[in-house]
Nanobody, 116 residues
Framework: QVQVVESGGGLVQPGGSLRLSCTAS????????MGWYRQAPGKQSELVAR???????MYFDSVKGRFTISRDNAKNTVYLQMNSLKPEDTAVYYC??????????WGQGTQVTVSS
């Protein structure tokens, strides 16, 4: 079994910062990439950021310049540093783990709320 566990969500003022963490554990032979999806009511889910085992990164346009994704491959851990947060960033953020066998594992989600 594989467990994907996120932490770091919470309530923050506009312009503030949060750092999300995600660790995968269990029967994971090889991870190709890890990243973050987000889902807000009335909106389609968005792939916020993703980083491959080789270090290549991808960001959704609306978060470029504000969010930074990083990883520790040895620990099967990915981080999302979120700065200059906006109310539109409010969502449940889900960690994803993509394996070299083309499987995707999901975390349970962590709530991020940006509000005055």
């Amino acid at each position: 079994q594989v467990q994907v566990v996120e932490s770091g969500g919470g309530l923050v003022q506009p312009g503030g910062s949060l750092r999300l963490s995600c660790t995968a554990s269990g029967s994971i032979e090889s991870i190709y990439a890890m990243g973050w999806y987000r889902q807000a009511p009335g909106k389609q889910s968005e792939l916020v950021a993703r980083i491959t085992n080789g270090g290549s990164t991808m960001y959704f346009d609306s978060v470029k310049g504000r969010f930074t994704i990083s990883r520790d491959n040895a620990k099967n851990t990915v981080y999302l540093q979120m700065n200059s947060l906006k109310p539109e960033d409010t969502a449940v953020y889900y960690c994803i783990v993509d394996t070299t066998e083309s499987r995707r594992w999901w975390g349970q989600g962590t709530q991020v709320t940006v509000s005055s």
